[in-house]
């Protein structure tokens, strides 16, 4: 069974751009959830969508946004970028369902903002 | 509020030796707790976990864990540990009855074992 997919894996833009990243669950999946990770923060929690709806969501500004589609594929976009902005951002999937467990990870996109 | 707590930003240990890396919880009631993985320029990927039943749980790779509810804590160990164990290591915690799905990781603790 494949695995979570995210493209692009790279990514280099510059201050005030926007970027929009994807995520593709495994297939089943119907929760994706996005994290920013960045050296000495950690995953951060960005949002979680089940069902093409916004179910969670952390502490990000409004510059962060994300949508699902109907076949559960996710993405993720970020308005006016800053540097603070340049980060590992991992999507994860699960079933997402009440008594769920473990969610499976992506390999992220690496976005560098100049 | 929830949180997890690594309190080893890296923790060095002998191949062939043991090794721990610590995790505490802040959560009510009880939580699914996790131990993942990230090797470098990878995703993170699932190592084992604590749902509920015997509080010592065997994951991938020889690693085991103990949950300890009076101490709120599930710290990640291994008999023996081997070179290529070196990585990053993550802690999460679900409250399952929270009704918010959402994982909180704690900030990862980088494992180096030493030849």
């Known amino acids: 069974k494949a695995g979570v997919t995210q493209t692009p894996r790279y990514l280099i833009k510059t201050r005030g751009q926007q970027v929009t990243l994807s995520c593709s669950p495994i297939s089943g999946h119907r929760s994706v959830s996005w994290y920013q990770q960045t050296p000495g923060q950690g995953l951060q929690f960005l949002f979680e969508?089940?069902?093409?709806?916004?179910?969670n969501k952390g502490n990000f500004p409004g510059r962060f946004s994300g949508r699902q589609f109907s076949n559960s594929r996710s993405e993720m976009n970020v308005s006016t970028l800053e540097l603070g902005d340049s980060a590992l951002y991992l999507c994860?999937?699960?079933?997402?369902?009440?008594?769920?467990?473990?969610?499976?990870f992506g390999p992220g996109t690496r976005l560098t903002v100049l | 509020a929830q949180s997890v707590a690594q309190p080893e930003d890296q923790v060095n240990v002998a191949e062939g030796n043991p090794l721990t890396v610590k995790c505490t919880y802040s959560v009510s009631g009880n939580p699914y707790l996790f131990w993942y993985v990230q090797y470098p320029n990878r995703g993170l990927q699932f190592l084992l976990k604590?749902?509920?039943?015997?509080?010592l749980v065997k994951g991938s790779y020889g690693f085991e864990a103990e949950f300890n509810k009076s101490q709120t804590s599930f710290h990640l160990k291994k008999p023996s540990a081997l070179v290529s164990d070196s990585a990053l290591y993550f802690c999460a915690v679900r409250d399952p009855f929270s009704g918010t799905y959402k994982y909180i990781f704690g900030t990862g603790t980088r494992l180096k074992v030493l030849a």
């Open positions: 604590y749902i509920t039943g015997d509080n």
């Open positions: 969508y089940f069902s093409e709806t916004q179910r």
């Open positions: 994860a999937s699960s079933r997402g369902g009440a008594g769920d467990n473990e969610q499976f």
